[in-house]
């Protein structure tokens, strides 16, 4: 199966579960959409089952002008993967691309008799186990609270068989309700703790002094950590795994005299459930407050302008979309080995990309550069960009404290 996420690479390294579970995937196309476009998004929810220790076995796509309102699918397709999965004794669990409801995943788990996991609970899977800090800790329990509220009628669906039984109907309203209230309790609470640590942060990002602030950002698995341990000589944890990073890293680097803070964080994605987005806010302050931002992109993948489009998104919605920004075009060894003929030679290569981008250029309106952080190719390039876009955040923000520096 070709696709953009190096699977087989991910599979080989060890996963977060300590066994490996076998997993079914279904999507469904929906109106506006092609059945290219859900391959990619399968490709890219295969990625996020093997990141938490899932293997693949099927795929399942289906079109549909509306998700059925009791099943997600419809009751042919429905058969179709209970007869798959019966055959199928390894099979533990079927994961789908989009968000169920509770009643929804209450009757597939009847059906088809394994676990239902749809694409927010799987991506808070990854992040639980992510986790390492206190704060990004919180966060993710946070956000499991805030997907688990809502869906609590499913959890409680075998009380319906009761009704009309003296005595039965009440007490379980009365379970759900005090349910709802102990989360309710447990949000409250998660936030508190959030904004505590979060005025910690601020505390912290205000006693670093006057430096120019440069954020890391873009899509998840890009090579953002990877940058970031070539730009700062440091040992940010980085894997081919998506969410590698959840905790923001901060380093002080130099360039030619020059000094900034540098940060990478957590890396977006589509689809990525808005509790989520929420609940990592605090973390994403190093964003917000950043004076200039390095959009790293992975220029190799066959749907890199639509991964700009969903950063974009996500920094607009977090009001930090209009900062001075470098497009960092990463993999571009790996873009010449999927894209060039052997016979294509080197003038002809370097007029090609030069076409791509200034194309990048016109369509996002930012500057931008190609670069390889494996092979380090471009960086020396990159380091003057980053220095020239410093030096101008300096003359703007702190011009008493040029004449330091140059």
């Not at 990625?47 to 289906?62: D, N």
């Not at 007869?83 to 409801?101: P, Q």
Request: charged share 30%.
């Amino acid at each position: 199966m070709g696709n953009d996420w190096n699977l087989g690479e991910a599979q080989q390294k060890k996963g977060l579960n300590k066994e490996i579970e076998y997993a079914v995937l279904v999507g469904i196309v929906q109106v506006n959409q092609t059945e290219e476009l859900v391959q990619e998004y399968l490709d890219e929810l295969e990625f996020l089952a093997a990141t938490a220790g899932a293997q693949c076995l099927k795929r399942y796509i289906q079109k549909l002008s509306r998700p059925d309102p009791r099943t997600f699918i419809g009751k042919g397709k429905l058969e179709e993967i209970r007869e798959f999965v019966e055959e199928n004794d390894a099979i533990s669990m079927v994961i789908f691309d989009d968000d169920l409801t509770g009643k929804q995943v209450s009757i597939l788990e009847e059906k088809l008799k394994v676990k239902i996991i749809d694409r927010s609970s799987l991506i808070l899977d990854i992040f639980a186990n992510r986790a390492q800090t206190a704060q990004a800790k919180t966060q993710v329990e946070l956000a499991q609270m805030q997907y688990l509220l809502p869906r609590l009628r499913g959890l409680w669906t075998h009380l319906e068989r009761q009704r009309g039984g003296i005595g039965m109907r009440g007490p379980g309203e009365q379970e759900i309700e005090t349910d709802r209230r102990i989360i309710r309790d447990k949000i409250s609470l998660l936030k508190n703790k959030l904004e505590r640590i979060d005025r910690q942060n601020q505390t912290r990002r205000k006693n670093r002094g006057q430096l120019i602030r440069v954020a890391l950002v873009g899509y998840t698995n890009v090579g953002k950590s990877t940058l970031m341990n070539l730009l700062s000589k440091s040992e940010v944890f980085a894997e081919n795994k998506l969410f590698a990073t959840l905790d923001t890293t901060v380093r002080k680097v130099v360039l030619e005299n020059v000094p900034f803070l540098l940060s990478d964080t957590v890396g977006f994605i589509r689809k990525l459930p808005h509790h989520l987005i929420e609940s990592f806010k605090s973390t994403l302050d190093e964003v917000r407050e950043s004076d200039i931002l390095l959009h790293v992109v992975d220029i190799a993948h066959s749907r890199h302008e639509e991964h700009i489009h969903t950063v974009n998104k996500t920094l607009r919605d977090l009001e930090a979309f209009d900062k001075p920004t470098l497009l960092v075009f990463n993999k571009i060894d790996l873009f010449r080995k999927k894209n060039y003929d052997l016979y294509v030679d080197a003038e002809a290569k370097q007029e090609i990309e030069e076409g791509i981008r200034g194309n990048l250029q016109y369509q996002f309106q930012h500057e931008n550069v190609f670069i390889s952080a494996l092979s380090k190719e471009g960086i020396p390039n990159l380091r003057e960009e980053i220095l020239r876009l410093v030096k101008d955040q300096y003359m703007v923000r702190y011009p008493y404290q040029t004449k330091l520096y140059w």
